[in-house]
């Protein structure tokens, strides 16, 4: 083998390599152009789960809320009735007694 | 000479391809990097909205049920004060209906005559009375029943002009200057805030 053709498979071997380093600087660059996409849509997922979850907190929260409020409700109407019931036993003799008071009052 | 120069070709692609793989790999752990400080940042705002919506859901279902007992408790205060209102009502309507049981009113009548000179202070006052008293009621008796429950003569002038009051008197001085006003409609006027009380006191025990 001559000189020149040594040199020659030396300069082939040289370029070889830079092609395997430029490949592989574009191949990195892929990778790291994918991640911020993946990790844009992985943030848009979870925070769209997230929400949703949120949401649904909430809803159940209001419903439940208006479940114990009817409840409470319901029970505060008996007591009511009750107690006005219970009252109005009581009204002939309050009559009486602001009579009597307006009466007995000092003038 | 040929294997020498095989050999150097081959250190150089080597070389080239390490260089290669530490360059990818370089490249996927700093992804791997940003990867995992992404999902621990996102996980941080998932989860801030979840202990967000927690504190929201826990005031929702406080405001439905504070709403709720506020709305029971105006509705009870209401149907409350009808009662009271009622109970009041009547209460008025037998004071001035007393007017007319001559019996019961006409001392009731003297003690408010009495208090209202007792008050003025005067010892000739005017005394006014409505149109029905003026015609029925025995001023003379009146006036020594006054005298006597005041335990001192008294002259007492009676006005010509009538109240308009259901019974009871205005006591004035002669120059008007001075009014007792001792009329059963001022009186349970004056009451009502006592009654009301009273009222509740006695039907709801409060």
């Given at each position: 083998?001559?000189?020149?053709?040594?040199?020659?498979?030396?300069?082939?071997?040289?370029?070889?390599?830079?092609?395997?380093?430029?490949?592989?600087?574009?191949?990195?660059?892929?990778?790291?152009?994918k991640?911020?996409?993946?990790?844009?849509?992985?943030?848009?997922?979870?925070?769209?789960?997230?929400?949703?979850?949120?949401?649904?907190?909430?809803?159940?929260?209001?419903?439940?809320?208006?479940?114990?409020?009817?409840?409470?409700?319901?029970?505060?109407?008996?007591?009511?009735?009750?107690?006005?019931?219970?009252?109005?036993?009581k009204?002939?003799?309050t009559?009486?007694?602001l009579?009597?008071?307006?009466?007995?009052?000092?003038? | 000479?040929?294997?020498?120069?095989?050999?150097?070709?081959?250190?150089?692609?080597?070389?080239?391809?390490?260089?290669?793989?530490?360059?990818?790999?370089?490249?996927?752990?700093?992804?791997?990097?940003?990867s995992?400080?992404?999902?621990?940042?996102?996980?941080?705002?998932?989860?801030?909205?979840?202990?967000?919506?927690?504190?929201?859901?826990?005031?929702?279902?406080?405001?439905?049920?504070?709403?709720?007992?506020?709305?029971?408790?105006?509705?009870?205060e209401?149907?409350?004060?009808?009662?009271?209102?009622?109970?009041?009502?009547?209460?008025?309507?037998?004071?001035?209906?007393m007017?007319?049981?001559?019996?019961?009113?006409?001392?009731?009548?003297?003690s408010?005559?009495?208090?209202a000179?007792?008050?003025?202070?005067?010892?000739?006052p005017?005394?006014?009375?409505?149109?029905?008293?003026?015609?029925?009621?025995?001023?003379t008796?009146l006036?020594?029943?006054?005298?006597?429950?005041?335990?001192?003569?008294?002259?007492?002038?009676?006005?010509?002009?009538?109240?308009?009051?259901?019974?009871?008197?205005?006591?004035?001085?002669?120059?008007?200057?001075?009014?007792?006003?001792?009329t059963?409609?001022?009186?349970?006027?004056?009451?009502?805030?006592?009654?009301?009380?009273?009222?509740?006191?006695?039907?709801?025990?409060?």
């Open positions: 083998m001559s000189g020149i053709e040594t040199v020659k498979i030396i300069v082939d071997a040289e370029k070889q390599a830079a092609k395997i380093i430029q490949d592989a600087e574009a191949t990195a660059a892929g990778i790291r152009r991640i911020d996409s993946l990790i844009q849509n992985q943030r848009t997922e979870t925070l769209a789960t997230a929400k949703k979850e949120a949401a649904l907190l909430v809803q159940q929260a209001e419903e439940e809320g208006k479940r114990e409020a009817a409840g409470y409700e319901k029970e505060a109407a008996v007591n009511t009735r009750e107690l006005i019931a219970r009252a109005s036993t009204k002939s003799a009559i009486e007694k009579v009597g008071l307006v009466m007995e009052e000092k003038k | 000479m040929m294997s020498e120069t095989s050999k150097f070709t081959e250190d150089i692609l080597r070389v080239a391809t390490e260089k290669a793989r530490n360059i990818i790999a370089e490249a996927e752990a700093e992804t791997q990097r940003a995992d400080e992404a999902k621990t940042s996102i996980s941080r705002e998932a989860e801030a909205i979840i202990r967000n919506a927690r504190a929201d859901a826990e005031a929702v279902k406080r405001r439905e049920i504070s709403e709720a007992r506020h709305k029971s408790k105006l509705r009870e209401q149907e409350k004060d009808t009662v009271m209102g009622e109970v009041l009502t009547h209460a008025k309507k037998r004071v001035l209906d007017a007319e049981d001559e019996t019961k009113y006409l001392p009731y009548l003297t408010l005559v009495e208090s000179i007792r008050h003025l202070g005067n010892e000739t005017l005394v006014h009375l409505n149109k029905v008293d003026m015609t029925r009621v025995n001023r008796n006036e020594r029943d006054v005298a006597k429950a005041l335990q001192n003569p008294i002259k007492i002038e009676w006005s010509k002009e009538p109240i308009a009051a259901a019974g009871g008197a205005i006591v004035s001085s002669r120059d008007g200057k001075t009014r007792i006003v001792n059963l409609d001022e009186r349970f006027d004056a009451l009502e805030s006592k009654l009301l009380i009273e009222a509740g006191k006695s039907l709801f025990g409060q």
